[in-house]
């Protein structure tokens, strides 16, 4: 009934999340959480050289990227999907909460690493009207109540407060004259870069950009 796929599992739920654990009392290594990330990197690749599908749309019409960006904060798992062809331009239905494109998940979650790549780097989310719709979403951004006691939420719900300050100022960054200035040398980046260069494997949304930059 809900569509959820194994990827859509992995991405969200698989390994341990840092969400789940930092600021608790049990002190997970670094390394360990470093190591877990690998694991469920080599898994989404596992999946997807066997015919798991990019852009798999559970109930609420939501991918795998956007199911990321929900339960962690990756951006070597955002590069990954973008290079085996996830669109980004993709919007869960409006029932949901948040809804809209992936970086409206990754505002919203307070995802900032995956968000500044994810800006930084796809010339079809950084313009105008998605930068404002994400900025929307951050804003609207709240802190919910993990179970544990009363320090370890507090430090939770802090942290979850200095992401969400975060991707604010960092999506503002992106608008008005600064935004324009960014967008112009992010398409300029993009028309200088070779055909086997790698953000051209990224998707298949090559011709939409080159457009995009003709009609600025």
């Not at 939770?156 to 300050?165: G, L, Q, T």
Request: proline share 3%; hydrophobic share 35%; net charge neutral.
């Amino acid at each position: 009934f809900l569509k959820r796929t194994a990827l859509h599992t992995l991405c969200e739920e698989g390994g341990i999340t840092k969400d789940n654990w930092e600021g608790s009392a049990i002190a997970i290594p670094q390394a360990d959480l470093d190591a877990t990330e690998q694991d469920v990197l080599a898994t989404m690749r596992f999946l997807l050289d066997n015919g798991a599908t990019v852009d798999a749309k559970n109930h609420w019409k939501e991918t795998p990227l956007m199911r990321l960006l929900t339960g962690r904060d990756c951006p070597l798992m955002v590069q990954e999907l973008y290079s085996r062809g996830a669109d980004s331009r993709l919007k869960s239905i409006k029932d949901l909460y948040p809804h809209g494109t992936a970086l409206c998940y990754a505002a919203h979650y307070g995802r900032v690493k995956s968000l500044k790549w994810m800006i930084e780097n796809d010339l079809l989310l950084s313009d105008e009207a998605n930068i404002k719709d994400a900025l929307r979403w951050a804003n609207r951004s709240h802190n919910s109540e993990p179970p544990g006691g009363a320090k370890w939420n507090a430090t939770i719900a802090r942290r979850k407060e200095e992401h969400k300050v975060e991707a604010i100022r960092l999506l503002k960054s992106w608008l008005g004259n600064s935004g324009t200035t960014k967008r112009k040398a992010l398409a300029k980046e993009i028309s200088t870069q070779s055909e086997e260069d790698w953000w051209r494997r990224m998707s298949g949304i090559v011709e939409d950009v080159q457009n995009k930059m003709e009609s600025e």
